[in-house]
């Protein structure tokens, strides 16, 4: 059985940081491109960040870049998300996912899907 397993989110001020991790098993970690999704009240699925199972192949939205980092380890079966300089615009509830190769932008490419973590940043 597949599971998702996300952790690190929180409440944060302006400017602070958060680092988010999401166990895997069930699957063959290793071989999956890994994505972070957000989903704010009210709005749609937005894919924050993807790494493919080739580390150095990395995807960010426009909104994150130069903020976040997604990196794994696949001894681990982990995927993870640094987050930095923290907007209110990022509260958002954070999922990770994964998909069979190649890499994609659409959550409805993603196979897998974990719980979520919420992410709140307010002074």
């Known amino acids: 059985e597949v599971h998702l397993v996300e952790s690190g989110g929180g409440l944060v001020q302006p400017g602070g940081s958060l680092r988010l991790s999401c166990a895997a098993s069930?699957?063959?970690?290793?071989?999956?491109?890994m994505g972070w999704f957000r989903q704010a009240p009210g709005k749609g699925r937005e894919l924050v960040a993807a790494i493919s199972w080739i580390v150095n192949n990395t995807y960010y939205s426009d909104s994150v870049k130069g903020r976040f980092t997604i990196s794994r380890d696949n001894a681990e079966k982990t995927v993870y998300l640094q987050m930095n300089s923290l907007k209110p615009e990022d509260t958002a509830k954070y999922f990770c996912a994964a998909t069979p190769p190649p890499m994609q932008l659409s959550p409805r490419g993603y196979k897998y899907w974990g719980q979520g973590t919420q992410v709140t940043v307010s002074s």
């Open positions: 069930g699957f063959t970690f290793s071989t999956y491109p």
